[in-house]
Structures are given as C-alpha cells and as structure tokens.
Nanobody, 120 residues
Framework: QVQLVESGGGLVQPGGSLRLSCTAS????????MGWYRQAPGKQRDLVAD???????NYADSVKDRFTISRDNAKNTVYLQMSSLKPEDTAVYYC??????????????WGQGTQVTVSS
C-alpha cells in the first residue's frame, strides 16, 4: 500500500505565491517520476510539472517561469512553488508518483488533491 498526502493549498490573491508539498509513504522501494496535475471544474486533469529522480523537469507552457518543481528523494517528497498566481490557476492540484513497490513494477499513485483558489 502506497499513500500520497498533499498539503499547502488555499486561497491566495492574484500575483501571490503558494507552495504545495506531497509526501509518499508505505510500501516503497523507489520512486521514478513525481509530478503535479491540476483539474479545474468541467475540465480534464492536465499535467502542470513533473520531475524525474535525477532532477530533470518538465513544465506546462502555461506555468513556465512562474512555477518551480523540486523534490527531496530522501523524504519521498515533491514540492511545487507557485508564484505570480493567476485566477486561471484555480484548480484542484493532484500529486502523482510512479512507485516501485513489492509488486516489482512501477505503478502510478495519486494523492487526494488540494484546492488552490486564486481570487481577489
């Protein structure tokens, strides 16, 4: 059993900043890619950013130069620093991780989601 727990969401004014955290725990041998996705009401869930265990990053065009993803492999934790937030960043943010467990294959796991609301 693997659990991903997110924290750090909330209400922020346009132009503000928030930092999301997600920690994986449980039956974990190693974690490959970790990432953040978001889903606004009535829309599909889209990739925001992801990061490999080696530190290579990938960002959606809409968040480049505003968001920064990082991770602490020793803590099985991924972070998303969000700056210059816009109302269109409002969504539920989900953490995702590709985890190798005792099942001996990499499987995707999801967090429960954390709400980010950007509004004045």
């Amino acid at each position: 059993q693997v659990q991903l727990v997110e924290s750090g969401g909330g209400l922020v004014q346009p132009g503000g900043s928030l930092r999301l955290s997600c920690t994986a725990s449980g039956n974990i041998f190693t974690i490959n890619t970790m990432g953040w996705y978001r889903q606004a009401p009535g829309k599909q869930r889209d990739l925001v950013a992801d990061i490999t265990s080696g530190g290579s990053t990938n960002y959606a065009d809409s968040v480049k130069d505003r968001f920064t993803i990082s991770r602490d492999n020793a803590k099985n934790t991924v972070y998303l620093q969000m700056s210059s937030l816009k109302p269109e960043d409002t969504a539920v943010y989900y953490c995702n991780a590709a985890v190798l467990s005792s099942r001996m294959y990499f499987a995707p796991y999801w967090g429960q989601g954390t709400q980010v609301t950007v509004s004045s």
